[in-house]
């Protein structure tokens, strides 16, 4: 009884101690990223004061070379005024001095014209149009598998893997993924290899994988600016999800495949 009470008290022993050196690693591996961070920070800060110090310095001379030149044309226009060579000349009346037109009469029939047009459309033969002429060409399993792969690396998973070396988070990243997940992995890594990249980056994996959702999505995204559209029967197999577009007056915009078929009219964005 004795032997296996100090064999478990071994094993304990063994496990906190792998425990702590994890934690040190983490808190020294922090340490140095907060301290890089501070000191990048610091000197962009000091860059910025001394860029502002400059241009302050330019501003002030600027505006004394200006003030120089006012009282120089002050003088001038004193010595001209007591003159008795100077006589100011009378401004002919009928001169006509020509401005431009900052306004077109058009515009608001175009507009009227354009508006009528776009309500008139016809949203269902456009979706039907662009789904039949442009079939989906990417590829599912990465978009599922790059899915997958985003839930299981979610922000709170890579947090933690953020606090250790590039070294240790690349082995817990093999080892938390399998079968399709571990070939897109090693795609990644071979991109990396081609770029020069050494070291593993899980928030740079995570951009590759939304970046690989992103193209490879086959799900077509209707824009409107009315929060619901009204139902559709579009024949064959393109997923549809609708999104509201406050920003759309008029129309819709669909995003399809990386693509973007715009047919509306934006509004006008007032300033706050």
């Known amino acids: ?10 094993v304990m022993l063994v496990m906190n ?18 301290k890089s961070n501070f000191v990048a920070e610091m000197e962009a800060y000091s860059g910025f004061l001394a860029k502002k110090r400059n241009e302050s310095r330019r501003i002030g001379e600027e505006k004394d070379a200006l003030q120089k030149e006012i009282e120089s044309l002050e003088g001038v226009m004193l010595s001209l005024k007591t003159s008795p060579f100077y006589a100011p000349r009378q401004v002919a009346r009928e001169l006509f001095i020509p401005t431009a037109r900052y306004i077109d009469d058009e ?62 988070q690349l082995k817990l990243t093999k080892r938390l993924t399998t079968g399709k997940g571990r070939a897109m992995l090693d795609r990644y890594l071979l991109s990396r290899e081609e770029e020069g990249e050494e070291e593993f980056d899980v928030l740079s994996f995570r951009s590759f994988l939304r970046e690989v959702r992103t193209a490879q999505d086959p799900t077509m995204y209707i824009r409107t600016g009315h929060r619901e559209l009204y139902e559709m029967d579009i024949k064959g197999q393109t ?20 693509r973007s078929y715009d047919f509306s009219i934006y509004r006008l964005r007032s300033r706050k």
């Open 107 to 168: 515009f608001f029939d175009n507009h009227k014209r354009v508006t009528d047009m776009l309500r008139g459309m016809d949203y269902q033969k456009i979706v039907e149009r662009i789904a039949s002429t442009h079939m989906y060409q990417g590829n599912r399993d990465d978009y599922e598998t790059a899915n997958d792969l985003l839930s299981l690396f979610n922000m709170d998973v890579s947090y933690e893997l953020c606090t250790m070396e590039p070294e240790l």
């Open 17 to 34: 101690a792998m425990l702590f050196y994890v934690l040190r690693q983490a808190a020294a591996a922090t340490r140095r990223q907060v």
């Open 239 to 258: 997923e549809m999800k609708h999104q509201y577009d406050e920003n759309i007056s008029e129309g819709l915009k669909i995003i399809y495949q990386n």
């Open 1 to 10: 009884m004795a032997v296996i009470l100090g064999v478990v008290m071994a």
